[in-house]
């Protein structure tokens, strides 16, 4: 029952990528009339017992530094989500006629249907700071495709 049947799995699982909180001004004054140009004080831990999508780190861990100085804050000590998805496809081969052959196949992206979030909003003042608002380039929801090849 099972002959010529064939089913393909693949996963894709990546820890997510670094980001550093930044100001929304710069307040280091070494880059005159940018914004988000310059790193903060780090005041406590940035990990949060439990992450959501709208505090994906604790935003109270980093304040302005004084006008004038640098901030303590590392470069790039944060991480964004992980990124996962599970692709499946599933191939049926039935013989036609001498040498040609159909072949049927389903396939399913992202077949738990897997937000993949892009890293949050770390400029220290901005609007929706400490929030995951987009999704990492390249997202796709869940796909399902049919498909028929026809081999001779």
């Not at 949060?48 to 999508?53: E, N």
């Not at 944060?78 to 499946?88: A, D």
């Amino acid at each position: 029952m099972l002959h010529r049947w064939q089913v393909n799995l693949a996963g894709v699982w990546s820890t997510g990528l670094p980001f550093t909180v930044l100001n929304v001004n710069d307040v280091s004054n070494t880059n005159p009339g940018a914004g988000a140009a310059d790193r903060p004080d780090q005041k406590g831990d940035s990990a949060l017992p439990h992450r959501s999508v709208s505090r994906y780190f604790n935003t109270d861990a980093f304040v302005a530094q004084d006008f004038g100085t640098l901030g303590t804050q590392r470069g790039n000590q944060l991480y964004g989500p992980p990124s996962r998805h599970l692709n499946v496809s599933l191939f049926k081969t039935a013989s036609l006629h001498k040498e040609a052959t159909l072949q049927f196949r389903a396939e399913v992206f992202n077949i738990t249907n897997t937000a993949n979030f892009a890293s949050p909003n770390a400029v220290l003042g901005g609007a929706n700071y400490g929030q995951l608002t987009q999704m990492t380039a390249g997202y796709t929801p869940r796909e399902i495709q049919f498909a028929l090849r026809l081999q001779y």
